[in-house]
């Protein structure tokens, strides 16, 4: 459906080099990265606000580097919604269909939907700068989907709603793509909305594409230590396999041993990744399954996030844990806590492999 290929652009001291992925028809597909990644400039290039310097980008198998963004069938959203102050709601979403010249009634019949649709036909009247962040947000979407789209284009679309407004929009772009079809990428930093939406994505850093693949890939898979820091991994460790046999890996990290499946050859230094969510803290006297990695530590830094305890754990080397906070709570858990901490060995990622 859309192509980059071998994509390059210069923007002043900023370069995006090589760019090279597809997105299929139908997916939800989110591009990722810190800021300055270029992100943002690869939706733009989609949607023809930028033309590459070396390379093509194809819609639909066409070469469409050339072509202007009103001839695309491109919907684009921002992150500050870039709504027209100077006209109505109801102008606001009409606007993409008087620009393609099409019938008053058939424009009137389209808006009357949209404003229903996203329930602000009590907003019609209303001026775009007197609407809360919520209220732009659906102007901004009715009116991106008002030209019926191949390609709905969003650019950290929710990065600006409180946490219950951030929720409900993540089920009405759920329910956008799964009702029409519809292809749609989107650019996030959040992990939340990646998980709950995606299908699958691209991290893009310095102007490089980093990682391609399904969002469970990338997530199982991380294809180097930066990835695997940025999609979230608390710990990112090295260390080396001392055993390896039978689909299964011992690796030695400061004294630590870890058990994990992998085919590594001994002696191989490698670097692996766990999830804070996948370390469960027990009291130090538990007693655990003993196919799970159990390790004892001294905790050395607790703090509250919500309903959440994030708990730092010194067992020669540092690990990072979260738990619910009532189960942290009963633990009583401290400076200076013993505890013993479980690993799974599904838990223990091999980056790069």
């Known amino acids: 459906m859309i192509a980059f290929d071998h994509v390059s652009i210069a923007l002043g001291d900023f370069t995006l080099e090589d760019i090279s992925f597809t997105v299929k ?8 990265g810190p800021s300055g990644a ?7 290039a989609i949607a023809g606000l930028h033309v590459p310097d070396q390379g093509r980008i194809l819609l639909a198998g066409k070469d469409v580097s050339m072509i202007p963004p009103e001839q695309r069938g491109v919907g684009l959203v921002y992150q500050d919604y870039s709504l027209f102050p100077h006209m109505t709601v109801e102008k606001n979403i009409a606007f993409g269909l008087k620009m393609h010249h099409l019938p008053l009634p058939e424009i009137k019949n389209t808006v009357e939907g949209l404003l229903s649709r996203f329930g602000i036909e009590h907003l019609r009247s ?7 962040g919520g209220e732009m947000q659906r102007v901004a979407l009715a009116r991106a989907l008002a030209i019926d789209p ?7 679309p929710l990065s600006a709603l409180d946490p219950g407004m951030k929720e409900h929009f993540i089920h009405v772009l759920k329910d956008i ?12 930093h959040d992990r939340h909305e990646i998980l709950s939406l995606g299908t699958r994505m691209a991290l893009v850093m310095d102007g490089c594409l980093e990682q391609e693949g399904s969002v469970r890939q990338v997530y199982a898979a991380p294809a180097s230590r930066r990835v695997a820091g940025f999609i979230g991994y608390e ?6 396999v001392v055993s390896s046999r ?7 990290v400061s004294g630590v041993i870890l058990r994990t499946s992998c ?22 006297e538990a007693q655990v399954a003993g196919d799970e990695n159990a390790v004892r530590g001294v905790v050395t830094a607790v703090s509250q996030a919500g309903y959440l305890t994030r708990v730092r754990i010194d067992a020669g080397i540092t690990f990072s844990a979260v738990m619910v906070r009532e189960a942290a709570d009963t633990m009583a858990l401290k400076v200076g806590s013993p505890v013993l901490f479980t690993i799974r060995k599904t838990a223990i990622r091999i980056i790069g492999q």
Do not use: M
Not at 150 to 156: N, R
């Open 25 to 32: 028809k139908g997916e939800y597909f989110f591009i990722i």
């Open 246 to 252: 039978d689909g299964e890996c011992l690796i030695d």
């Open 177 to 188: 793509h799964q009702e029409n079809g519809l292809t749609i990428i989107q650019v996030s």
């Open 263 to 284: 085919t590594i050859p001994e002696g191989r230094k490698v670097t692996f990744c766990i999830g804070a969510d996948e370390i469960v803290v027990h009291p130090i």
């Open 126 to 132: 209303r001026a775009t700068l007197t609407l809360s």
């Open 150 to 156: 191949d390609v709905l284009l969003l650019d950290e």
């Open 235 to 240: 710990n990112v460790i090295d260390g080396v």
């Open 38 to 44: 270029g992100k943002t400039i690869l939706l733009e």
